[in-house]
Nanobody, 124 residues
Framework: QVQLVESGGGLVQAGGSLRLSCAAP????????VGWFRQAPGKEREGVAA????????YYADSVKGRFTISTDNAKNAVYLEMNSLKPEDTAVYYC?????????????????WGRGTQVTVSS
């Protein structure tokens, strides 16, 4: 069992930035692909950024390309989602997820482990 803990959410004005973090206490992400997903009220969960297991490839939803960046620290102890130029439509609960598959992209069923989420609210 892998526990994932997200942090860094909050309230920010449109155009602002936030950095989300995802940690797996006692573990590293070296053997997992990682994805960030979000779910807004009344909407389905959607993938926004993903990193394949080797860390060599990143994937972004069209809606966040050029604004969001997924990364890990050198030891792969944490995964980050840097969010810039935030828009009110980015408001959602953001979830970190880990998968043993090499490159699950945004297929949520391929992710075995999920955090509880962190709220991001962007005011206009």
């Amino acid at each position: 069992q892998v526990q994932l803990v997200e942090s860094g959410g909050g309230l920010v004005q449109a155009g602002g930035s936030l950095r989300l973090s995802c940690a797996a206490p006692g573990r590293t992400f070296s053997t997992y692909a990682v994805g960030w997903f979000r779910q807004a009220p009344g909407k389905e969960r959607e993938g926004v950024a993903a990193l394949n297991r080797s860390g060599a490839f990143t994937y972004y939803a069209d809606s966040v390309k050029g604004r969001f960046t997924i990364s890990t620290d050198n030891a792969k102890n944490a995964v980050y989602l840097e969010m810039n130029s935030l828009k009110p439509e980015d408001t959602a609960v953001y979830y970190c997820a880990a998968s043993a598959f090499n490159s699950p992209h945004f297929v949520s069923e391929a992710y075995e482990y999920w955090g509880r989420g962190t709220q991001v609210t962007v005011s206009s």
